[in-house]
């Protein structure tokens, strides 16, 4: 089992800055992480779930939606089994709440770079970012 827990949401004013964090645990992370991609996805309530960054297993490619693509960085920190979100320049229609996803096979991984999470094996329990203008 895999167990993630996302932190560093808040309250910011548009043009603010915040960095979300994902620590991951649990055996077989611990055993595979190398094998593991991660991802960020947001949710509005009543709305759809969006992809907003994702990150490869090996070469930590990275990938972004277009309506972060410049603004949002996500890294991932093998030592500390970390996932990062750098969000800079927030506007208030990234008032989300935010969730870290992993995986490792094959078929989550590539729901996952292609920011569509319907098949990613393992959730955080999300933060609330809120950007007010």
């Known amino acids: 089992q895999v167990q993630l827990v996302e932190s560093g949401g808040g309250s910011v004013q548009t043009g603010g800055s915040l960095r979300l964090s994902c620590a991951a645990s649990?055996?077989?992370?611990?055993?595979?992480?190398?094998?593991?991609?991660m991802g960020w996805f947001r949710q509005v309530p009543g709305k759809e779930r969006e992809g907003v960054a994702a990150v490869s297993a090996g070469k930590h490619q990275t990938y972004y939606s277009d309506s972060v693509k410049g603004r949002f960085t996500i890294s991932r920190d093998r030592a500390k089994k970390m996932s990062y979100l750098q969000m800079d320049n927030l506007k208030p229609e990234d008032t989300a709440i935010y969730y870290c996803?992993?995986?490792?096979?094959?078929?989550?991984?590539?729901?996952?770079?292609?920011?569509?999470?319907?098949?990613?094996?393992?959730w955080g329990q999300g933060v609330q970012v809120t950007v007010s203008s």
């Open positions: 649990g055996y077989d992370f611990n055993a595979y992480q190398s094998s593991y991609c």
């Open positions: 996803a992993a995986d490792r096979t094959a078929f989550g991984c590539q729901g996952v770079r292609a920011l569509d999470g319907r098949n990613a094996a393992y």
